[in-house]
């Protein structure tokens, strides 16, 4: 059964760094496109980063230059390192392991980026 767990959410002053992670389980982790998605109170989960089992990566505009996607095949990981964090990149983050028309989510991390 597959499962991904997200860890390293936490409170954080604005300027600050923080590095989520995503261990997956019962997949065969190179194959997925694996990726993070967030959601803020109130508004809709959005697309942040991608990255495919070849190493090819995205970004949605507002993290670009401060965020980097990556992951390790061996050990079925996937890392979000953020830098420069804003009050705005408050939100649950959740790490994705797609496969058309397969799709598993993991149950997310909080990140607070306050003062």
């Known amino acids: 059964q597959a499962q991904l767990v997200e860890s390293g959410g936490g409170l954080v002053q604005p300027g600050g760094s923080l590095r989520l992670s995503c261990a997956a389980s019962g997949i065969i982790f190179n194959i997925y496109t694996m990726a993070w998605y967030r959601q803020a109170p109130g508004k809709q989960r959005e697309l942040v980063a991608t990255?495919?089992?070849?190493?090819?990566?995205n970004y949605v505009g507002s993290v670009k230059g401060r965020f980097t996607i990556s992951r390790d095949n061996a050990k079925n990981t996937v890392f979000l390192q953020m830098t420069t964090l804003k009050p705005e990149d408050t939100a649950v983050y959740y790490c994705t392991a797609q496969r058309p028309p397969i799709n598993y989510w993991g149950q997310g991390t909080q990140v607070t980026v306050s003062s």
């Open positions: 990255i495919t089992g070849g190493g090819s990566t």
